[in-house]
């Protein structure tokens, strides 16, 4: 071999193992530095942290709503958002204790149902009311007993009555049966419930908040209408006042969302008796127009309302709460209390509207 082409052969070799340097190069330079688009692909963790941070400052966002809403609407509010698949709650007057009014009859049905979870009740057990157990206010199952004198109806259609209808005398009914208010208080501590309270029942929880000593023919027509017309004006802003300020049905917003959480995890009842009593919740008619009109349409809904009585230009106890559940699942318990305002109807619907709208729109 001559030196010529011994330099060639050295040369070309020279140049071939360069190349192969430089495409090595450029690969280990490609696979250390990927793309943007594939950074969380390639990095689960960061992934975890990215929707960590969007879901609290879509909590962040939420409460910011929500304060906005409560701090604009005339009287005393309490709201309260819990998420339950993610244990964080947000509000205001969180811990004050407001009138629960109808929201009171889930209590009513929690001890029921955890009586027949006991086999000391049986839905199909048969309950007879008579005149003399008619209540006051929104009672639909009265005209079946004026009507027949008496009627006797099984604990699950007097139930479906009291949550879904929001049915006085039905509920009143069942609260004989099961025992009476002490019954329900007790339900109420043993499950460790926080601050729920459970009045009398409605015919003295009604009368003693409009300033009357109950008599049953009250329940006649509109006669407990007229008595309480015919008290001076003061004696029942006393009396409404007293109601107001120490309720004697009171429960907290933290407290009630709390217990909605526990009664989807069926953490209260058993599954049939917790499945029972959030499907009457999907059913219910009342309040068509307040947290249900904000939710929107590809979401689930149960809820409770409660309606209390008015002295112009305040009216009180007006409540609704519930369950939203997304279509991805998650659900959160909300709850809008009214101890008492000035505000229209319209703009008290409005403000519920405006609350599960918000829950909707920073779901996350």
């Known amino acids: 071999?001559?030196?010529?082409?011994?330099?060639?052969?050295?040369?070309?070799?020279?140049?071939?193992?360069?190349?192969?340097?430089?495409?090595?190069?450029?690969?280990?330079?490609?696979?250390?530095?990927?793309?943007?688009?594939?950074?969380?692909?390639?990095?689960?963790?960061?992934?975890k942290r990215d929707i960590a941070a969007e879901r609290r400052a879509a909590k962040a966002a939420l409460e910011s709503d929500i304060h906005e809403l409560w701090r604009k609407f005339p009287g005393k509010t309490g709201i309260a958002v819990r998420r339950i698949d993610g244990d964080w709650t947000i509000g205001r007057r969180l811990n004050d204790l407001f009138p629960q009014q109808?929201?009171?009859?889930?209590?009513?049905?929690?001890?029921?149902?955890?009586?027949?979870?006991?086999?000391?009740?049986?839905?199909?057990?048969?309950?007879?009311?008579?005149?003399?157990?008619?209540?006051?206010?929104?009672?639909?199952?009265?005209?079946?007993?004026?009507?027949n004198g008496e009627v006797t109806e099984s604990i699950r259609s007097l139930m479906e009555r009291a949550i879904i209808k929001s049915d006085n005398t039905a509920n009143d009914s069942l609260l004989r049966t099961v025992g009476g208010p002490q019954a329900v208080r007790r339900f109420i501590a043993k499950k460790r419930l926080g601050r729920i309270r459970f009045g009398p029942g409605e015919r003295l929880l009604q009368s003693g908040i409009a300033g009357i000593e109950w008599r049953q023919e009250y329940s006649e027509g509109r006669k407990f209408y007229t008595a309480r017309a015919n008290l001076p004006r003061e004696e029942r802003k006393r009396a409404l006042d007293k109601y107001l300020a120490n309720p004697v049905d009171g429960a907290t917003p933290d407290a009630l969302v709390n217990a909605l959480d526990r009664l989807s995890k069926y953490d209260l009842l058993t599954s049939a008796?917790?499945?029972?009593?959030?499907?009457?919740?999907?059913?219910?008619?009342?309040?068509?127009r307040r947290l249900k009109a904000g939710v929107p349409a590809q979401w689930q809904f149960?809820?409770?309302?409660?309606?209390?009585?008015?002295?112009?230009?305040?009216?009180?106890?007006?409540?609704?709460?519930?369950?939203?559940?997304?279509?991805?699942?998650?659900?959160?318990?909300?709850?809008?209390?009214?101890?008492?305002?000035?505000?229209?109807?319209?703009?008290?619907?409005?403000?519920?509207?405006?609350?599960?709208?918000?829950?909707?729109?920073h779901h996350r």
């Open 302 to 361: 149960l809820h409770k309302t409660g309606t209390g009585q008015d002295l112009p230009p305040v009216s009180t106890g007006y409540n609704d709460i519930g369950i939203m559940t997304a279509p991805d699942g998650t659900r959160y318990a909300v709850a809008v209390l009214l101890a008492d305002t000035t505000a229209s109807v319209p703009e008290r619907m409005r403000l519920m509207q405006s609350v599960a709208r918000a829950v909707a729109r």
């Open 273 to 288: 008796s917790s499945k029972l009593l959030l499907n009457l919740m999907t059913r219910v008619t009342s309040g068509p």
């Open 102 to 147: 109808s929201v009171s009859k889930i209590w009513v049905a929690m001890t029921i149902l955890d009586q027949v979870d006991k086999r000391q009740l049986s839905l199909a057990q048969p309950v007879k009311i008579t005149k003399k157990d008619l209540a006051v206010f929104h009672q639909p199952i009265r005209a079946d007993i004026l009507r």
């Open 1 to 47: 071999m001559n030196m010529v082409r011994y330099w060639a052969i050295i040369f070309t070799v020279s140049m071939l193992l360069g190349a192969c340097a430089s495409t090595g190069n450029k690969l280990d330079s490609s696979h250390s530095q990927p793309s943007k688009s594939g950074d969380n692909l390639s990095n689960p963790l960061q992934v």
